[in-house]
């Protein structure tokens, strides 16, 4: 990671939440960018890296409809999420994942996993168990299988704090 993105990650991590907070949208994770998709109908397997703080591919190719299994792998040295969904979406969900890191369920290269099933009120809690999303420690990885349903402005995303701030995000292109 070059000096300026780790002053930025640095910088954005030290904000209090309610900078992050500022102008988010209500909703969660999901919704808007396509549906959970059946293994049944997956197209082909896409492959991506999560780096600090970039992915491997920068952007992904789909035809509207298809099924896709992507298979995510963290080969950074922090916690980094992959969440598929719109820029608001990612806008929204980064005010949770501070929420997260305040709690200490993310920890730099770590994730407290009994901190994960904390009850945060109205039956929400820290599970990060949405089907459009993985959220994996250093060295892990896991699969989404997901369809495009719909065409629209859809990017892939890190939304652990200061992460997307330094580049961390991806566009999904339509055929």
Not at 57 to 63: A, K, L, T, W
Not at 69 to 84: A, C, D, P, Q, S
Request: glycine share 12%; hydrophobic share 35%; proline share 4%.
């Amino acid at each position: 990671m070059n000096a300026a993105k780790f002053l930025v990650v640095a910088t954005s991590m030290s904000m209090s939440a309610a900078a992050f907070g500022a102008g988010a949208h209500s909703g969660g994770h999901g919704g808007g960018s396509g549906e959970p998709g059946k293994a049944s109908e997956v197209s082909r397997t896409i492959n991506v890296e999560m780096h600090d703080n970039y992915y491997e591919p920068e952007s992904i190719e789909v035809n509207p409809g298809e099924t896709v299994r992507f298979v995510v792998v963290n080969k950074g040295n922090l916690v980094h999420e992959f969440n598929i969904g719109t820029p608001d979406m990612h806008e929204a969900h980064q005010e949770e994942m501070m929420m997260m890191v305040e709690h200490g369920v993310i920890q730099g290269g770590t994730l407290n996993h009994d901190m994960m099933e904390m009850d945060m009120g109205d039956g929400h809690s820290m599970k990060h168990d949405d089907p459009n999303s993985v959220l994996l420690e250093p060295g892990k990885s896991k699969e989404i299988v997901w369809k495009f349903s719909e065409q629209g402005n859809i990017e892939f995303a890190c939304n652990v704090p200061g992460h997307y701030q330094a580049g961390m995000y991806g566009d999904v292109n339509f055929n």
